[in-house]
């Protein structure tokens, strides 16, 4: 088209487009509301089927109930939120915790659980040794790797915590690996 006909059929009139087209202005005005109705009816059912479903399961706090809009604009916005503060956020600790008491872990040790019991339902008047009636052998309470690789040398069952006060229960087992104390990374602090 050059530019004389475009201007022509700028300025047709509705009557004109029914005449040429076959189309009546109501009729765009419908069809225009059916395809903006079926975007929304597909918007809100990936809303619902994807955006909302990958929301809850990374952010699995967040109420299934909770009324958004745009769940791809929620989970955009926290996922932003994260990146600009940080992935270690400082949770906070209840003031019964001390947090200078947690569990280490003492790596290349396999515990092999015998009994089935608690440390604090074995027989014995002292804290620091046990007697389990079910494998017939003392078990020591450890709170240290120097303790620990001891008793372990001598070949004992042990109950290790490296907390002072036993408020949960020590791990308890016999150690069985053969461990090359040099290898072990880390020392457990002494409380």
Not at 13 to 40: A, H, Q, Y
Not at 54 to 59: E, K, M, N, P, T
Not at 82 to 92: A, C, R, S, T
Not at 114 to 137: A, Q, R
Request: with cysteine; proline share 3%.
């Amino acid at each position: 088209m050059d530019l004389k006909q475009l201007y022509n059929f700028a300025r047709c009139n509705s009557r004109t487009f029914k005449v040429f087209f076959n189309v009546d202005k109501r009729d765009i005005g419908k069809e225009k509301n059916e395809m903006r109705d079926e975007k929304d009816l597909d918007f809100n059912r990936v809303q619902v089927l994807v955006w909302k479903l990958l929301a809850v399961s990374y952010f699995p706090r967040v109420d299934h109930n909770l009324n958004v809009k745009n769940w791809m604009q929620f989970l955009r916005k926290r996922m932003k939120h994260i990146k600009g503060n940080g992935y270690d956020f400082k949770l906070d600790i209840p003031s019964f915790v001390n947090s200078n008491m947690d569990e280490e872990i003492i790596e290349n040790c396999e515990w092999v659980y015998k009994c089935p019991l608690s440390y604090f339902n074995l027989s014995g008047d002292e804290i620091d040794v046990k007697f389990c009636n079910v494998c017939e052998k003392h078990v020591y309470l450890v709170d240290s790797l120097e303790s620990f690789r001891e008793r372990v040398g001598r070949g004992n069952c042990v109950a290790f915590t490296s907390k002072l006060y036993l408020y949960d229960e020590p791990l308890m087992g016999e150690c069985v690996a053969d461990i090359d104390y040099d290898t072990i990374p880390f020392d457990i602090q002494e409380n």
